[in-house]
């Protein structure tokens, strides 16, 4: 019965969080209205150096869905490699205006990058990924930010066995180990910021057209 | 079986919370676009899954009549002029341009300095 009771309670949780989300005052954003987004490369604050590449091909689809024309990630960060911007800080310090003029771009999307590892004990494997996002509007003007951290650490069934639960979380560890999966991790971030969080971007104009 | 009963509904739940609230519709087909480029970062050999991958997509919503999605042109477009293609890479540049109309500015920058490079290439050619 409490079992139920708690699923519940979940399930009311989970209708009324759609239906009533507490969103917080995105007049700001309502009144810059940007039809379009230049995603830059990210500011990289982990010790993995891929990390901002790996999060660019995840950034492009969301925020797309959402209903903005979101530059091509990859041609933009060719360009800016062209211009003579390779990393993210350096992108980062130029003005928002003259970035959004290179590109005609209406905002900039930028991003930091604070956690990205995987964290071992003995037997247990933890991942993180944690970020920083902000939007600037053409004029400079800061219209909407967030901030997002998720973590995963890999559940181990139980096999009956003392022995066998030892060994299963040792694979399991392992495995992290040698392949920490960071993707599902940043798109789940990405979909709370962007679509499913209180703080989530309103519609887009090709969303709204729909 | 109770326990079987508990462990649907917790399933049940938890689709909910993951499909739940996102359920909008999806606005554009992306072809795998982002496990692509995510794959072509992690090897830069599989540049050339990348674009076989959207050509394959291009192609096909074409065929349909679908529009593509934002930006997918274009990233072909520059893999066509990184490897060289400039006339390839300025027909593609183009279609993102006409598709959509938010990319003029950088689109229109893009054909221009191709053209010139390719210019400058058949000068120094002949």
């Known amino acids: 019965m409490r079992v139920l009771k708690i699923l519940t309670l979940f399930l009311v949780i989970v209708v009324t969080g759609c239906a009533a989300p507490a969103k917080k005052d995105l007049s700001a954003f309502s009144s810059v209205a940007p039809r ?65 003029g ?25 991942v993180t990924v944690e970020f920083d996002y902000r939007l600037v509007s ?15 650490s890999p559940e181990t069934t139980n096999t009956g066995s003392a022995l066998g639960n030892l060994i299963a979380m040792a694979v399991s560890a392992a495995m992290t180990r040698a392949a920490p999966n960071y993707l599902p991790l940043t798109q789940r971030a990405n979909q709370i910021v962007f679509v499913l969080g209180p703080n989530a971007i309103p519609d887009g104009p090709y969303r709204k057209l729909k | 079986m109770k326990d079987v009963g508990v462990k649907l509904v917790g399933l049940g739940v938890c689709v909910l919370l993951i499909t739940g609230c996102a359920s909008q519709g999806q606005l554009y087909k992306w072809g795998g676009y982002d496990a692509l480029l995510y794959q072509s970062y992690k090897n ?83």
């Open chain 1, 36 to 100: 379009s987004i230049l995603v830059v490369p990210s500011v990289n604050k982990t010790l993995d150096v891929d990390a901002p590449n790996y999060l660019l091909s995840t950034l492009t689809v969301p925020i797309a869905e959402k209903g903005f024309y979101v530059f091509p990630v990859n041609t933009a960060k060719f360009v800016l490699e062209q211009e003579g911007f390779y990393e993210g800080e350096q992108i980062h310090n130029q003005p928002p205006e003259v970035l959004a």
């Open chain 2, 44 to 126: 830069p050999e599989k540049v050339v899954e990348f674009r076989a991958g959207l050509e394959a997509h291009i192609a096909a919503m074409e065929k349909e009549n679908l529009k593509v999605a934002p930006g997918l042109y274009a990233e072909l477009g520059t893999m066509y002029l990184q490897s060289g293609e400039p006339n390839k890479a300025i027909l593609m540049y183009k279609k993102e341009r006409e598709a959509w109309p938010e990319s003029k500015g950088l689109m229109d920058a893009l054909i221009k300095n191709t053209q010139k490079r390719a210019g400058d290439n058949a000068e120094a050619k002949s």
């Open chain 1, 102 to 126: 290179l590109f005609g771009a209406d905002a900039v999307l930028y991003v930091t990058i604070n956690r990205w590892d995987a964290k071992y004990l003995v037997l247990a494997a933890t």
């Open chain 1, 138 to 152: 053409k004029d400079g003007v800061e219209f909407w930010k967030a901030s997002q951290k998720m973590q995963y």
